[in-house]
């Protein structure tokens, strides 16, 4: 029996909200001093099946991660980012597949469209440090869409943090192909946090997942970091339809 | 040096009704071959929810099984998962001198806490936790095998003073060992006299230094048992054929397949940031290896796949590396005929065992058969 694989329709998944990415030759970028709020969360894993392309399968319990970034400096000024990520493995690699990004820079959402994919949209995103808690909000049209909550605030080390690359299904402005492009960052920490996970909003549908399938089941983990994030050039794409093993393409060293 | 086979009980989809039957039938029927040849162990691991991975969440039966078939193979029970959600210390103490009982003086135990937040997120065990529980287990098991009567305040458990029941046949108890996947582990086990259980490949450079700084501290260790038990174990693949490309060929689809199914489970370290959990554990560290450049047949260094001589050529290493005792993963998600395995084990019998014979008639550690 074949292994367990998305279900994902990656054609009719990108109408809703992919962009164009303008080749593989991007410039790294250095995110200095940026504030990450990072949520992993179970999902139910028979649905979210359908929301891992056909390229990647499930963790075993699925799982998703909620994130809100705040880049206080970036080559085209401050912006701040909001993502909702469905985590799985292309090959023997863990991998997050990214549903849909906010961000509150039309600058930055170009920008990262074009150079890693990102399927960025127009939305407002807060992360507010308070002593007892650490809040993270995404707006959209003027929607709250996502509310998470960091408590109970307790210092840990960067190194016992792990984030894991990300996937984006972009169009291929060359060709016009869609493609998944997997964007691997590196993070210098300066501080990390853990605390106990708050999820007070999701609007699934707001972040792509229009046929109800994210389900959210056990809360997991919750942190909070301040990281330099170097934003690599482009090693590897995807093919969205076929598995990692036979799809995947290296486009730089 | 001696030899063993390792069973996760990887069972492949669909799992109709005789499907988890035929494996474990062919976990036993090879483990009752191994006894034949002349293997030195069998261990099975305590794995839970691990799909199609391993469906070995019940390893005293299977090992109760095996000591039942066999004669002279000793039955590892390991790890066990010494967290009270997964495991209560008493039953722990009694189910293993139970075993040890039934097998005649046969039992090893090993010791362990876990890896997956699949597992530890499945019994609602917090991760910052297990290193701790471990360690009131590992000194209160002894304690409860060897005294008449026995009570305990501790941290994560605790019991009023009564006599647990049965005692074991091996005298003064069983072997301990401890599961090594994290660095530093092997340390842990030094100092506490326990064997070290390696469940990771690393390089032979890596391993050696490893099991030097385990031997130079188990000499000043304060051991948890009534005796030190200063073994190292380390876990490797086998398939062993007499025509390289088919042993090499086969070998490889293990070691793919083990390494595919591995990735599809959750490290505690990757859901879960907790410096109780440094390193990926068990399964990545394995698969990194597993997947190193290899040699000119693609053959990860040290992994004992292809024709004999290979074969023999890896164990050397891992011998000369420090290493006594290496127990052999034979399959994953029945990706090899059972035939094949059979006839691997009979053909690493054959010509690879009496490379080693004299060692492996020596009387195994205090506590022994």
Redo the contacts between chains.
């Keep these: 029996?074949p292994?367990?694989l998305g279900k994902l329709d990656a054609k009719a998944f990108a109408e809703r909200g992919a962009r164009e990415i303008l080749g593989y030759k991007t410039e790294p970028w250095t995110l200095k001093q940026a504030q990450i709020l990072n949520f992993?969360h179970?999902i139910d894993d028979d649905l979210g099946d359908y929301l891992l392309p056909r390229t990647m399968?499930?963790?075993?319990?699925a799982?998703a991660t909620f994130t809100v970034i705040v880049c206080p400096e970036s080559p085209v000024g401050p912006f701040s980012l909001g993502e909702v990520k469905i985590?799985g493995?292309a090959?023997?690699?863990?991998r997050d597949f990214v549903l849909r990004s906010f961000c509150d820079s039309a600058d930055a959402r170009r920008e990262l469209a074009e150079r890693w994919g990102y399927p960025a949209a127009p939305g407002e995103i807060k992360l507010t440090a308070r002593h007892d808690r650490v809040i993270g909000r995404v707006t959209a049209e003027g929607r709250s869409i996502l509310e998470m909550d960091m408590l109970d605030r307790d210092m840990?080390?960067g190194?016992?943090?792990?984030y894991?690359a990300s996937m984006h299904l972009a169009r291929n402005k060359d060709d016009g192909q869609l493609v998944l492009v997997q964007v691997d960052p590196e993070f210098v920490f300066s501080r990390?946090e853990?605390g106990r996970p708050l999820l007070r909003t999701l609007d699934s549908a707001a972040w792509g997942d229009t046929g109800g399938h994210l389900k959210v089941r056990?809360p997991?983990?919750m942190?909070y970091a301040v990281a330099d994030i170097a934003l690599p050039r482009i090693r590897f794409i995807c093919d969205p339809e076929r598995p990692a093993f036979q799809g995947t393409t290296k486009v730089a060293a | 040096m001696k030899f063993g086979i390792f069973y996760e009980i990887s069972v492949p989809r669909p799992w109709d009704r005789e499907t988890e039957k035929r494996v474990y039938d062919n976990c036993l029927e090879q483990v009752v071959l191994a006894d034949e040849l002349g293997f030195d162990q069998v261990w099975a691991v305590e794995h839970h929810f691990l799909e199609e991975y391993s469906h070995c969440s019940a390893p005293e039966i299977f090992l109760t099984a095996c000591a039942m078939k066999t004669r002279n193979i000793r039955v590892g029970h390991g790890i066990i998962v010494c967290v009270p959600q997964f495991n209560h210390p008493i039953k722990i103490a009694e189910r293993t001198a139970t075993m040890d009982i039934i097998s005649g003086g046969r039992l090893e135990v090993g010791t362990g806490r876990s890896a997956t937040w699949t597992e530890l997120g499945g019994f609602n065990v917090n991760p910052d936790e297990t290193k701790k529980t471990w360690d009131e287990f590992v000194h209160c098991l002894p304690k409860m095998w060897t005294q008449e009567r026995f009570g305990y305040e501790g941290r994560s458990w605790s019991m009023p003073v009564r006599t647990i029941l049965p005692k074991p046949y091996q005298k003064p108890h069983p072997p301990l060992w401890v599961a090594v996947t994290s660095p530093g582990t092997e340390v842990d086990a030094a100092e506490r006299g326990m064997g070290s259980l390696g469940l990771t490949f690393g390089s032979f450079k890596e391993q050696a230094e490893k099991v030097k700084n385990y031997r130079r501290i188990i000499r000043n260790c304060e051991p948890v048992g009534e005796f030190i038990n200063e073994k190292v174990s380390t876990v490797n693949f086998m398939y062993c054929h007499e025509e390289t490309e088919k042993g090499v060929k086969n070998g490889r689809r293990l070691l793919g397949t083990f390494n595919f199914l591995a990735a599809q489970l959750l490290a505690c370290r990757e859901a879960y940031p907790t410096k109780s959990y440094p390193s990926l554990g068990l399964l990545p560290t394995l698969r990194q290896e597993a997947a190193g450049p290899g040699d000119d047949h693609g053959v990860p260094e040290g992994i004992a796949i292809g024709d004999p001589e290979r074969v023999l050529r890896a164990c050397k290493n891992w011998e000369s590396a420090g290493v006594d005792r290496i127990n052999f993963l034979l399959n994953a998600l029945e990706t090899i005929p059972q035939k094949d395995v059979l006839e691997s084990l009979r053909t690493f019998a054959k010509h690879v065992m009496p490379h080693f014979r004299d060692e492996n008639h020596s009387v195994a550690a205090a506590g022994g058969r």
Excluded: F, T
């Design positions: 029996m292994p367990r992993n179970e399968h499930p963790a075993i319990p799982y985590a493995r090959g023997v690699r863990p840990i080390s190194n016992d943090i792990q894991i990390a853990r056990n997991i983990s942190s």
